[in-house]
C-alpha cells in the first residue's frame, strides 16, 4: 500500500512545527522588549518543544524514505498585543490538533503505525498548549492586562523562585 498522503502529511507536520518554533522564538523575542522576561522564558520553552516535534518529524521522514524540506509552512507574524499573541498561537494550535488528528488516521489507514503514533503524541502535547492559551487569555480577562503584566516581570533585585 502506498504511504504517499502519510509522507506528504509528516513533510506539512515537519513545516508547522518549524513554523511554530519560530513563532514562539519571535514571541520571546517582542516579550522581552515589553520586559516581560518570565513570560519570554515560557515562550522559549514552548519554542523548545516544538524544536523537538520538528526533530521528530524529520526522523520519521526520513526513517520512511521520504525527502525532508526544512522550510517554513508561513512567516510568523508579529503580535501588536498579549490578547493578539495568544489568540494567534490558540488558533495555530487548533489547526495543529485537527491536522494531526487527520494524519493519524490517514496512516493508520496506509498501515503506518509509526507515523500514526507520532501524530497522536504530538497532537496530545499540542491539546496541553492549547489548554495554556485558553487560560492565559482567560487570565487576561479576569485580572486586565496591567495585572496580568505584573505577574510576568522580574522586579529588579527580585530572585527567581520558579
Do not use: C
Not at 518549524?18 to 520571546?28: G, I, N, P
Not at 496591567?146 to 522580574?154: D, E, F, L, V
Request: charged residues 30%.
Amino acid at each position: 500500500m502506498s504511504q504517499q498522503e502519510t509522507l506528504k502529511n509528516l513533510q506539512t507536520a515537519l513545516s508547522m512545527e518549524l513554523t511554530a518554533m519560530h513563532q514562539y522564538q519571535l514571541h520571546a523575542s517582542v516579550l522581552d522588549d515589553w520586559g516581560m522576561d518570565r513570560l519570554a522564558a515560557k515562550m522559549r520553552e514552548e519554542m523548545q518543544e516544538e524544536l523537538g516535534h520538528s526533530d521528530e518529524y524529520l526522523a520519521r521522514l526520513t526513517f520512511r524514505k521520504g525527502t525532508p524540506e526544512l522550510k517554513l509552512q508561513k512567516t510568523p507574524v508579529l503580535a501588536k498585543s498579549l490578547k493578539e499573541m495568544f489568540e494567534l498561537d490558540l488558533a495555530d494550535e487548533q489547526e495543529a490538533i485537527e491536522f494531526y488528528t487527520t494524519s493519524a488516521k490517514q496512516a493508520s489507514d496506509e498501515r503506518d503505525i509509526g507515523s500514526r503514533m507520532l501524530f497522536e503524541r504530538i497532537a496530545i502535547d499540542e491539546e496541553g498548549h492549547m489548554s495554556w492559551l485558553e487560560l492565559q487569555l482567560d487570565l487576561l480577562k479576569r485580572m486586565g492586562e496591567p495585572a496580568y503584566i505584573a505577574k510576568h516581570i522580574t522586579v529588579s533585585g527580585e530572585h527567581e523562585t520558579a
